[in-house]
C-alpha cells in the first residue's frame, strides 16, 4: 500500500498536470524492480521526484535521475528530504542529452519519462547503461491511440519511431502495456 502522504502529492501534481506517471505506470514499475531485484535505477525526468520516492520507499535501491527543470529540481530535493531518502539518489541536473553519454553506472532499471520528442535519442544510451536481464520502462508511448490532432503529428512521428526502433531491436523483448498513456516494458536479453 502506497503511503499516504506521497499518495497526496501524486494527486496533487496529477490535478497541477506536472509531469508523474498514472498509479498504472507506477504499479508496473514497482513490480518489475521488484522481479529483477533492482538495486541501481535511473530514472530521466525526475519531475517533483514523486515516481523515485515511491521506488525507494519499497526497496533498497538507489536512483539515479536527472532533471533539466529548475522548478522540478528543487520539488524533487525536498520531496526526497520530506521523505528520508535523499542519501539513496543522485538528482543529476541538466539536459538528459548532455548526461546519459557521460555516465557510465550500468542500471537494473531505467524509466524514461522525459520529453517525448528525445525517446529515440536516448535509446542507444539507455540500451548501453541498462544490464543483462534489466528492465527499460517508456511511459506515454500511446499518447495519440485515439487520434492525432494536427499540431502533434511530429510527436507522434517521434514516438512511433522510438517505438519502431526499440520492437526491431533484437537485444530487448517488448511488450506494450495499455496503463496510462501506454508503457512500453522492454527486458534487455542479452549484451550488447
Do not use: W
Amino acid at each position: 500500500m502506497m503511503n499516504e502522504r506521497l499518495a497526496a502529492l501524486r494527486a496533487a501534481a496529477m490535478e497541477e498536470r506536472d509531469p508523474t506517471c498514472s498509479d498504472g505506470v507506477l504499479s508496473v514499475l514497482l513490480n518489475k524492480a521488484e522481479r529483477v531485484g533492482a538495486k541501481h535505477i535511473l530514472e530521466i525526468g525526475t519531475g517533483r521526484g514523486l515516481t523515485s520516492v515511491a521506488l525507494l520507499l519499497q526497496s533498497d535501491a538507489c536512483v539515479t535521475t536527472i532533471e533539466r527543470e529548475p522548478a522540478r529540481i528543487a520539488a524533487a530535493r525536498e520531496n526526497f528530504a520530506r521523505f528520508g531518502v535523499s542519501d539513496r539518489v543522485a538528482l543529476l541536473e541538466g539536459d538528459a542529452a548532455d548526461i546519459l553519454p557521460c555516465l557510465e553506472d550500468v542500471f537494473d532499471l531505467i524509466f524514461l519519462d522525459a520529453a517525448k520528442v528525445q525517446y529515440r535519442r536516448f535509446l542507444p544510451e539507455c540500451k548501453r547503461l541498462l544490464r543483462a536481464g534489466g528492465v527499460l520502462c517508456a511511459d506515454d508511448v500511446l499518447l495519440f491511440s485515439d487520434g492525432v490532432p494536427p499540431k502533434r503529428r511530429m510527436l507522434a512521428q517521434h514516438i512511433g519511431e522510438f517505438l519502431h526502433d526499440l520492437q526491431a531491436d533484437e537485444a530487448f523483448t517488448t511488450t506494450i502495456l495499455p496503463v496510462g498513456k501506454g508503457l512500453a516494458v522492454a527486458r534487455k536479453e542479452r549484451a550488447q
